[in-house]
């Protein structure tokens, strides 16, 4: 069968047959399936987002309908305005569009304004899941308070860190690109974020610097917090063992002189890290990747 073909089954079938049967639901699955792969990778896709959130009310568990979701919002963005690509230095790609709309959008401004909401409220996210909110954060202000809501609701905790990092990496960059203030977090969220962000990193591995990037920006748009918030994270630092302080601390000591009121932390950091830079050196235990760019850092 043709494309359109398939396209007139799907129109039937939701027509038709809706949760009733079990077989539709498989043969519409089927079909869409078929469609999303022989779809060719471009900026006008053959569903449709809105058409896709009604087929959600007859398959509401498929992984598929959200992995075709994000493909399709996905491709109606400028490159790198998802905040997936960075700089050496970690600046998003996206503050290079900060005066870039998209222009191709249709999709996009006709959504459900609380499309977000049902997406971040969700019991499990996929990958698709994530990449649907962080394009809805980059083409749609008002998702910004959205996702602020969230955090304040502390429905995120139910999460490792590490399954939303790139959600709030979005939040924060889009905060970044409009009003730079942190005003719309509650102030016992955001030092709990700092202690998930820190403890999170330390535990999927310190080659990632994303979570690391979100500590620096919370404190950056911390505002009259960021003294409350400085004394915090330094409380946790001191409290890391000298021989397991190395790569995220050290990255952190570059990236807080550019913060102001961060002084007195970035010296205890780097004094933290010269200690263990010299028995790093003087001992037996072989280096790694990360203490190697611990050592670039703190000689950078």
Known sequence: MGTEELLAVVDLIQANFGQQSRMACDILE?????????????????????KLLELRAI????????DMLSATLAS????GFDGHIAFAEGQPLSTVFSGTKPTHMGDLRSLPSDLISQLLEKETWTEST????????????????????????????RFDIHTFASVLAA????TALTSGDLSLVNDDVLHGLLNQLFLGERRHGSRSTQHLECILRILEFSGTRRARLVSALEERIQRIPIMDFAFEATFLARKLLRISGCGALTTSIVDRALQWAVRHLSGDAPDSEDSNIALENLSG
């Open 30 to 50: 089927n079909i869409l399936g078929t469609l999303h792969y022989r779809t060719p990778r471009g900026p006008i896709p053959k569903i449709p987002a809105p």
């Open 59 to 66: 398959l509401p568990e498929s992984t598929l309908l959200e």
């Open 76 to 79: 109606q963005l400028p490159l």
């Open 130 to 157: 994530r990449s649907t909110i962080v394009d809805l954060l980059y083409s749609n202000p008002t998702s910004v308070q959205a996702c602020a809501n969230w955090l304040n609701s502390k429905r995120g905790t």
């Open 171 to 174: 939040f924060l960059d889009c």
